[in-house]
């Protein structure tokens, strides 16, 4: 049997840097039992043919959320009455990312008829110029912090502006971003203050979500979230309130914090391979290449949690009914099997299939936008840094093992062209 | 293995059949290293094409008919004889001979003659201005520009995938059609009357009219030109175009003496890729591939079949091109079948062999919302499954028909937490 505490070693921060020697040792067994401190411990997928069986089983649910947790306030009126229906209402309505079909159908569906090539193009265009705004602005610096001065504020705006949130109000996003991320996290399932945590932050973001919905219902304008808020799709789907604020929540918590890892791990990756970020330059055309590769060799997401709602039968093994899943999307992705010589960061690659996205009908949404706001973001930098060079490598990481990134990624340059 | 013939650079390796069984096939022989003259001989003036497209996006006019040639990396490494087929096979002189009366010699030989059209019964009916059908990138331009000159009606005779296929088409274009087949239902031979029906009333809800349980005794004509058809119970359909969409017939009578066991079904294999003898004797040096091979399928218990898959095509043919290179070191071929038809702007694909199931059920989805996977058992066994806008789920019902997993699967799954399951009859004729 496999070491069966390979899961808390990648959760300890100290593996944050480079994970991937665990995730190798994880995949000597397709599926693993792993001691996660919970009773009955979580089946970890870790070879990409594991995993993408996985991600396209009918018996793998992606409702693994537990119950709302709010505290007791001591008014019986709150706790007997608001509470459990509040507490209800949250449960029914959760983000699709935790939906099964055909539930899930009908709101992904909805957000993708508002997801027009206009919308889509108009942003790539305005992201384009975002970052040339946000380098300009370090024009006479000699050392910046790549996280805090592009990574973050591009995705940032650009889910803001495509749903209509207004910028003065993104602060408190920041807070709220960072604390639901951590339901993607194993430890969102079994630790009670985290779960406390995020039932009270989601309460506060649905709150400002319900008041800008009903302004975008008065004011309609041409982002997102209004056409949400008024239109029906032709499949007929227009969605209930709760529904439309777990969506937004949704959207913008993605926006917060999943592709800030993808710029911040592409110039990372970029300034440990200086001849992969010397041809970039060369040609910005590879960009799109370079950052499937990046997708594949550093993906934002690690992994993703589901629930097995029957037994399945997978590499000799049983997953049992109820048994929480684990899929190592990251660990798939260097699974030489399918990527031959996978530890090589190497754009030019062949027909690459990699999990950086997920798969099957969770795929990931935001998909073009993650791309585009990379391609803007690479290109830029490597077009206009003067010798960039590390200041410090490994960077710090932020906490998150599922979503993980540099906390930091402080670079040192001797001029920023145009 | 022993008795595989050694290319050498030296050697000449031959493709008959310029699709993609034999393009894909050629490729997958340089990939194995074969380094000697390659010839592709094609029956149509055309470099290989993909035909997928034919019956929907170049019909609709989205694509024109010449833009679906395949890419390939082989264009300059390869003689192409385009615009002639294959005549004869004499395998003691290792010749083939060819329309034009050239003879090519061979030291490996790669069978991807595919298939035509199955012709209308009456030929000189078929031979009637406004009657068409759908094999190569010529047929469905004929057909395309009778669409745009906006027919009265269009009839389509045989309502199996390409039939569904054009009558979507026609719709799409706002031109009346009739669906005609004697199933009770669209796709009813291949994927039953219970699921068929369910994409029939798709079609309908379309404005597809459905002759169904009908059979047409002629193609009428006036003035030299077709008018309509003639139905076996006596009824008539006024159209100005007609479409014989009833399957198709393999191409292997050129194969006649040359002592190969062939015959309207396919060309026989074993089960490495090697065509065989009457005696079932292999010839190491010819293998076949795509919808003309016919070969014994390692999931279906050795019994010989022949696919008319896209995927099977190049699956196969990649198979047969490294075998006949010298390398037969892969496991013997057998990839589940699977295959997919465009409607309009549904998507249906199938998964396994339908044939001889004895019961259906709807395991996820709900047809009224036009979207489900319907999962087929045979003797209590699982062997095909077809999805309708669904097409995400397929690979793990694969995984269940490669297993021979029990039917009906005891298993909820994420929108059928019940359990409960309605076993229905499948409906083949």
Known sequence: ?418 | MSDVAALTSDSHAVVVGGGLAGLRGAEAMRDAGFEGRLTIVGNEPHRPYDRPPLSKHVLTGLLPPDVTRLPSDLDGDVEWRLGVGAASLDRGARTLRLTDGTTLRYDALLIATGTRARPWIHPEEERLPGVFSIRSRDDAASLRAALVARPKRVVVIGAGFIGCEVAAVCRELDLPVCLIDPSPSPLGRVIGSAVGGLIGAVHEGWGVEMRLGAEVAHLEAKGGRFVGVRLKDGGRIEAQVAVVALGAVRNTEWLDGSGLSADSGGIDCDERGFVTDAFGQPDPRIAAAGDVARFPHPLYGGRRIALEHWGHAVAQARHAGRLLAGDASGPVYGAVPNFWSTQGDMVVKSVGLTEGADAVAIVQGDPAERRFVALYGRAGRCVAAVSVDSARWLPAYGHLIETAAPFPPAEAVTDRPSRKIDILDPGFA
């Not at chain 1, 994880?26 to 919970?38: E, I, M």
């Not at chain 1, 870790?46 to 409702?63: C, F, K, M, N, Q």
């Not at chain 1, 009455?81 to 209402?89: A, C």
């Open chain 1, 1 to 418: 049997m496999p070491d069966d505490t390979l899961l808390n070693q990648i959760k300890d921060p100290a593996n944050r840097p480079n994970p991937y020697p665990l995730y190798a040792r994880l995949r000597q067994h397709p599926v693993s039992l792993q001691d996660d401190g919970s009773p009955d411990g979580v089946w970890v997928a870790s070879t990409h043919g594991a995993i993408s069986s996985l991600l396209g089983d009918p018996r793998v649910s992606s409702e693994t959320l537990p119950p709302a947790d709010r505290p007791k306030t001591g008014n019986p009126i709150t706790d007997f009455l608001i509470k459990p229906i509040r507490d209800r209402i949250v449960n029914n309505h959760r983000p699709f990312i935790f939906r099964d079909p055909p539930d899930h159908d009908a709101l992904r569906s909805a957000v993708m008829h508002q997801f027009t090539s206009e919308r889509v193009q108009g942003m790539r265009e305005r992201s384009d110029r975002l970052v040339e705004e946000l380098l300009d602005a370090k024009r006479d610096v000699r050392r910046f912090d790549v996280v805090d001065d592009l990574a973050y504020p591009l995705p940032v705006t650009v889910i803001c502006e495509l749903f209509g949130v207004p910028r003065e109000d993104e602060p408190k996003f920041h807070e709220w971003a960072t604390q639901l991320a951590s339901a993607l996290e194993p430890d969102s399932l079994t630790n009670d203050e985290t779960r406390a945590k995020n039932s009270r932050t989601f309460d506060a973001i649905a709150g400002y979500m319900g008041d800008l919905i009903k302004e975008k219902r008065k004011h309609r304008g041409d982002d997102m979230l209004s056409g949400l808020a008024n239109d029906t799709t032709p499949d007929g789907v227009k969605m209930g309130d709760y529904d439309l604020i777990a969506t937004a929540v949704l959207m913008l918590v993605a926006g917060h914090e999943t592709t800030v890892n993808l710029i911040t791990n592409g110039l990372l990756t970029l300034l440990r391979h200086p001849d992969e970020m010397e041809r970039l330059r060369a040609d910005p055309g590879r960009a799109p290449r370079v950052i499937e590769e990046l997708l594949r060799y550093e993906p934002p997401v690690q992994f993703r949690l589901r629930r097995a709602i029957s037994p399945i039968d997978i590499a000799g093994i049983t997953i049992p009914e109820g048994g929480d899943i684990l899929l190592l999307l990251a660990a798939g992705n260097r699974d030489a099997a399918v990527f031959p010589d996978p530890e090589r960061f190497d754009p030019d690659r062949k027909g690459v299939r990699h999990l950086g996205f997920g798969g099957s009908l969770h795929y990931c949404l935001g998909a073009p936008l993650a791309r585009f706001e990379a391609e803007s973001a690479l290109t830029a930098l490597a077009r206009r840094l003067t010798s960039p060079r590390l200041v410090e490598d490994p960077p710090p990481y932020r906490a998150g093992a599922a979503l993980r990134g540099p906390q930091h990624l402080h670079v040192a340059i001797e001029g920023m062209g145009d």
